[in-house]
C-alpha cells in the first residue's frame, strides 16, 4: 500500500510546485516511508576505496562497501552513473588535505586516527535520485541530477552515494550522464573564483580583459567558456598543442608559456582586468605586474598552501600562518593598487542551476579527454596524476562508454 502511494507519487511534477494538498499526501508518504518494511534496499555496494593514503597501489575495490544512509533531512541518496578525477582526488589519496577534511568530519575530534576510512573519492556525481530526505523539496525519485561533493563526504566512485540536496542541481537534459560528470567540480570552481573572487558576472563581463594561466586543464576549459559567455576577453595561457582546442572553446588569445618568457610575450599584450590563476608557483610572481593597477583589478589563485599549511603545522598553527601569509599578500598588492584572492572551491546547487542554462543554450560544452569504465579507476588516476590535461578525464560507472 505504501510504495502504492509513492510510486504514484514519484511519477508527479515538481515537489516545490504541488499545491497544499499534494505536498500533505508527500509529508505523509516520507513520514511513511520510514516505516516500510516492503520496500528492499542493499547494504554493501561495490565503490573503489583507499583504507590507508598513498600511491595508486592504495586503491581498492570493494565490492561489499556499507550503503550510504540518510544522516540529516535535506540530504539524497544518487545511483551514479557517471564521476570524473580531478587533481584534488589524486592529492587526497596521497593524504593532501587530511588535517582539515578530517576536522570538518569529524569537528569535535572524537573519532580515533584513520577514522576516515574505507574513503571514497570522486567528487563529481552525474546519476538519479533514489532517496530523499524529509526536507528535500526540490528533488524527488526518479530525477536525473549533477552535482559537485564536498572533500569531506564520501565520494562517487561508488554505486550510491549520499549528499545534501543543496549541492546538486537537475541535470541539463542535453547532456548525457558521463558528459554531464564532466562538469561540476571545474565549473563550480570556475564560478567560485570569477563571481566570487574577482566579482564577474554576466553583466560586468563585457569589455573585460582576463588572462587565463593554465588553460587547457579542467578548470581552465570551464572557466574559458563561462568568460565566452558572458563576454569577456580570454587571453589563455597554455602548451601550444593545445592551441587548438583553446581557441575552439572561444579564447581570443594564446600565448605558449613555453615557446618563450611568459613575461617577455606579455609585455607585448594590454593590460588586464583580472588574472585567474591555475598553475600558480613561479607564475604569481610574474603575473601580477600584468594588471591595471588602481582600476579594481584583481588576480584570483585556485593554488594556495591552506591545505598544506594544516597538513604540516596542524590546525591551529597551520590557519595562523595562512592567515599571515594571506593578510601581507592582499595588503602588499592593495598598496600597488590591485586586488589579491585565494580561491576555493564551493559546492553549490543554485550556482549549477545557473551553469546548467548556460549548457541549454550550448554556451558551456562539456570538454572530455579521456572516459575510462569503473573497472580502470586506477587508470584513470594514473592519466590524471601524469598531469597536461586537454579537459577532463571521465569514469563511467553505469553507463556504456
Ligand atoms: N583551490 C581550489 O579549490 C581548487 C579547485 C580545483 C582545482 N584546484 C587546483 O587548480 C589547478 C588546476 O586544476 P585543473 O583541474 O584545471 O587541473 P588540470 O586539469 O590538471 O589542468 C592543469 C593544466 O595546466 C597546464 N599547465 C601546467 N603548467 C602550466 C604552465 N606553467 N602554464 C600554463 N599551463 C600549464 C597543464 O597542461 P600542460 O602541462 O601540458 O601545459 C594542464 O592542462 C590544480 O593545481 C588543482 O589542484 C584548486
Known amino acids: 500500500m505504501f510504495n502504492i502511494v509513492r510510486w504514484n507519487f514519484i511519477s508527479g ?12 499526501v508527500q509529508q505523509r508518504c516520507s513520514r511513511v516511508r520510514q516505516f516500510s518494511s516492503s520496500f528492499r534496499r542493499n547494504t554493501v555496494m561495490p565503490a573503489w576505496v583507499i583504507d590507508k ?125 558521463i558528459e554531464a560528470a564532466s562538469l561540476p567540480y571545474v565549473t563550480l570552481t570556475a564560478w567560485a573564483a570569477l563571481v566570487n573572487s574577482c566579482g564577474l558576472n554576466k553583466e560586468k563581463c563585457p569589455g573585460k580583459r582576463v588572462l587565463l594561466i593554465g588553460a587547457s586543464g579542467g578548470v ?84 594556495t598552501p591552506f591545505l598544506y599549511n594544516n597538513d604540516r603545522l596542524g590546525i591551529a598553527d597551520g590557519m595562523m600562518r595562512t592567515g599571515v601569509t594571506l593578510s601581507c599578500k592582499v595588503v602588499k598588492h592593495l598598496c600597488k593598487g590591485v586586488h589579491y584572492r585565494w580561491v576555493f572551491f564551493s559546492p553549490s546547487g543554485p550556482s549549477l542551476d545557473e551553469i546548467g542554462e548556460l549548457v541549454k543554450d550550448v554556451k558551456i560544452r562539456p570538454v572530455i579527454e579521456e572516459i575510462f569504465s569503473f573497472s580502470d579507476v586506477p587508470k584513470a588516476f594514473n592519466k590524471v596524476e601524469k598531469g597536461h590535461a586537454r579537459g577532463k578525464t571521465v569514469i563511467s560507472v553505469t553507463e556504456s562508454k
Not at 511534477?13 to 500533505?24: D, I, S
Not at 587526497?92 to 584513520?114: C, E, F, I, Q, W
Not at 594588471?291 to 579594481?296: A, E, F, I, T
Open 13 to 24: 511534477v515538481k515537489t516545490h510546485r504541488l499545491g497544499a494538498l499534494k505536498q500533505a
Open 53 to 177: 593514503y598513498g600511491g595508486n597501489e592504495v586503491l581498492r575495490f570493494n565490492s561489499n562497501m556499507t550503503f550510504p544512509v540518510i544522516n540529516y533531512p535535506n540530504e539524497v541518496i544518487i545511483k551514479v552513473h557517471a564521476t570524473s578525477i580531478n587533481p584534488i582526488d589524486v592529492n587526497m589519496r596521497n593524504g593532501y588535505g587530511s588535517a582539515s577534511l578530517n576536522m570538518s568530519r569529524d569537528p569535535l575530534n572524537v573519532k580515533t586516527s584513520g577514522s576516515e576510512f574505507p574513503l571514497v573519492l570522486g567528487r563529481d556525481v552525474s546519476g538519479v535520485v533514489m532517496e530523499c530526505g524529509l526536507n528535500v523539496r526540490y528533488f524527488k525519485p526518479g530525477d536525473q541530477v549533477w552535482g559537485a561533493i564536498p572533500p569531506w563526504k564520501q565520494g562517487a566512485l561508488a554505486e550510491f552515494v549520499v549528499t545534501s540536496g543543496n549541492e546538486i542541481s537537475m541535470k541539463p537534459k542535453s547532456l548525457s550522464h
Open 220 to 303: 581552465g576549459t570551464a572557466a574559458i567558456q563561462l568568460l565566452k559567455a558572458w563576454g569577456a576577453h580570454v587571453t589563455a595561457v597554455c602548451s601550444e598543442d593545445a592551441f587548438t582546442l583553446i581557441k575552439s572553446i572561444g579564447a581570443d588569445d594564446v600565448v605558449d608559456y613555453k615557446a618563450a618568457q611568459l613575461s617577455e610575450q606579455l609585455k607585448s599584450r594590454e593590460l588586464f582586468d583580472v588574472i585567474l590563476d591555475n598553475v600558480g608557483g613561479a607564475t604569481e610572481a610574474l603575473a601580477l605586474q600584468f594588471l591595471k593597477p588602481w582600476s579594481g583589478a584583481t588576480y584570483a589563485t585556485l593554488v
